[in-house]
């Protein structure tokens, strides 16, 4: 029997397997489907202060290998995720609060209300999707850097993951900028931007024009970026983008993150999480792998 246990900051967590934020609600509908508490830990849908309708529809597009999406931050603020969801969810596994504001003060005061209360705080500085906030804070290092200082010291007693945005010049860089302002942890990759157009009506696909590429078809980008990421930081990583089966976990893990997340596969297969978690203790066995940590960082690169 494999060891699926990994250590992330310091907290155990029973396997690396998360379903990512904005694919898996706050974990009820999908509790219904399966016992969730058989995962490593939630991601919530991204918080904001106050509740948010998100953006006009069409929200979602399909495309080839992958799917666009403009839901806009929807969400029912941080007051009520706590008063509402997440006495439960505490109960299932860990919980990781995935966070937005328009402003570096406002994620300050959102981690403030958190800290304490779930297993980690996720900053969203990288959601290509709102006006203002979003992606904007994300893509100068210096920017990054200092949301990241804001946040960390808004929290007191939980580690703090800085989630950083694909469509950056370095990726390499940005990761180095988080853990200069105190971040505890990285995952990436959020989506990409992108367009579908209805070439009938001449028409963007999406209301908001553009919208972020996730799924299938980005995962070599992504494990590419989590491989330099891991190249340039000390810190843990929890890496995503297009994972849709246990082998795909492995590569992640290989390119050095020590969790993954899962988003998009939700959609089309709801009992996709619970499977990577068997598909995992399946795969290392046959391997010989005693320890899932064991993988984490064991690419071998040529030259
Ligand atoms: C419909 C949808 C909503 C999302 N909402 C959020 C969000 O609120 N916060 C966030 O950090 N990422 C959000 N993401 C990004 C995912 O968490 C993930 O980073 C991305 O989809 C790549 O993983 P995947 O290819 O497995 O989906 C969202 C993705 C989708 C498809």
């Avoid at 990761?175 to 959020?190: F, H």
């Avoid at 993150?257 to 795969?283: H, M, Y």
Wanted: net charge neutral; proline share 5%; glycine share 10%.
């Amino acid at each position: 029997m494999t060891d699926l246990r990994v250590d992330l900051c310091g907290v155990e967590l029973k396997n690396p397997v998360i379903p990512a934020s904005g694919t898996f609600g706050f974990g009820r509908e999908f509790d219904e489907i399966y016992d969730i508490s058989v995962l490593g830990a939630v991601c919530t849908k991204g918080l904001t202060l106050e509740p948010r309708l998100g953006n006009p529809t069409p929200r979602i597009a399909e495309s080839r290998g992958v799917i666009l999406n403009a839901v806009g931050l929807q969400n029912p603020g941080v007051e009520h995720f706590i008063a509402h969801d997440l006495p439960w969810l505490k109960t299932k596994t860990r919980v990781i609060a995935n966070v937005a504001g328009k402003e570096p003060s406002e994620y300050g005061e959102i981690c403030a209300r958190l800290d304490g209360l779930v297993d980690f705080v996720e900053l969203n500085i990288s959601c290509p999707n709102v006006k203002c906030g979003g992606m904007t804070l994300g893509i100068k290092p210096e920017n990054v850097e200092n949301v990241t200082r804001i946040a960390k010291n808004a929290l007191k007693s939980t580690p703090l993951i800085v989630k950083l945005s694909p469509n950056v010049e370095s990726i390499a860089a940005n990761a180095r900028a988080a853990e200069e302002g105190g971040a505890d942890c990285i995952s990436l990759v959020n989506t990409f931007t992108g367009m579908a157009i209805d070439i009938e009506t001449r028409r963007p696909v999406l209301a908001n024009n553009t919208g972020g590429v996730s799924g299938a078809g980005i995962k070599p980008i992504a494990v590419r970026m989590v491989y330099e990421v891991s190249r340039a930081v000390k810190l843990p990583i929890i890496g995503m983008g297009g994972i849709t089966c246990a082998e795909d976990a492995v590569e992640f893990m290989m390119a050095g993150a020590s969790a993954v997340q899962v988003g998009t596969r939700n959609f089309t297969d709801a009992l996709a999480c619970p499977k990577i978690v068997e598909g995992l203790g399946k795969w290392c066995a046959a391997h010989g792998v005693e320890r899932v940590s064991e993988l984490v960082g064991t690419v071998k690169t040529n030259g």
